[in-house]
């Protein structure tokens, strides 16, 4: 069955630069979230969407943007980037007429800054 | 702060011992779902209560839903060393609309299970 996927898988970048992350959720699903995961912490969520639209959003810094496109993919825009934005990126997705509402998470982006 | 508080953070069992995790949040909750994450993964979804007071049981987990729907647990019967990774349980607290919201994860624990 179709996962989550997302790109790239590691990225390197250096402070003050930017960085794009892709997530293509599961095929039928409308409903995309996105986590940031520091070493040896939880999943903290900073955005989603339904349907294209910004649906809710966390502790997620003014120096990152997201949108969803019309094929229901989404990406994460994050600019100025510091040190401490060095985590795991997970992108989930969901159906947003399950009742079960299970988040499909995706392998993650590994983002190191330099 | 933390709303989804969850313990212990570490446990360490014998493989054939059992292992329990508890999760506590201070508001009550729409549903509590269970994620396993192992070692360089993803966060994989087990399970998810909605009803106050359920319990569900797939093979030798247990998961339970308090009364109050601010508790849960997870527990595992007769540990086996695939059972290793972290548990996180993780919160709806707001529920509208057709998006059923973020999920609020607890801290995890990290279970290694010795041979």
């Known amino acids: 069955a179709a996962g989550v996927i997302q790109s790239p898988r590691h990225l390197i970048k250096e402070k003050r630069e930017t960085a794009t992350l892709k997530c293509y959720p599961i095929?039928?699903?409308?409903?995309v979230y996105w986590y940031q995961q520091g070493p040896g912490q939880d999943p903290q969520f900073l955005i989603s969407f339904y349907e294209k639209m910004q649906s809710d959003k966390g502790s997620i810094p003014d120096r990152f943007s997201a949108q969803q496109f019309s094929d229901y993919h989404s990406e994460l825009n994050m600019s100025s980037l510091e040190l401490g934005d060095s985590a795991l990126y997970f992108c989930a997705s969901s159906s947003g007429t399950s009742s079960a509402n299970e988040q499909f998470f995706g392998p993650g982006t590994r983002l190191t800054v330099l | 702060g933390q709303q989804v508080m969850q313990i212990p953070q570490y446990q360490h069992v014998q493989e054939g011992e059992d292992f329990t995790t508890y999760c506590n949040s201070s508001t009550t909750l729409s549903n509590i779902q269970w994620y396993k994450q192992r070692p360089g993964g993803h966060p994989v979804f087990l399970i998810q209560?909605?009803?106050?007071?359920e319990v569900k049981k797939q093979k030798r987990l247990t998961f339970q839903f308090g009364e109050a729907k601010k508790n849960s647990s997870l527990h595992i019967t007769a540990t086996q060393t695939t059972d290793v990774g972290t548990y996180f349980c993780a919160g709806t607290l707001n529920a509208g609309g057709t998006s059923y919201g973020k999920l609020t994860f607890g801290q995890g624990t990290i279970l290694t299970v010795h041979p």
């Open positions: 209560l909605v009803k106050s007071g």
């Open positions: 095929p039928r699903h409308d409903t």
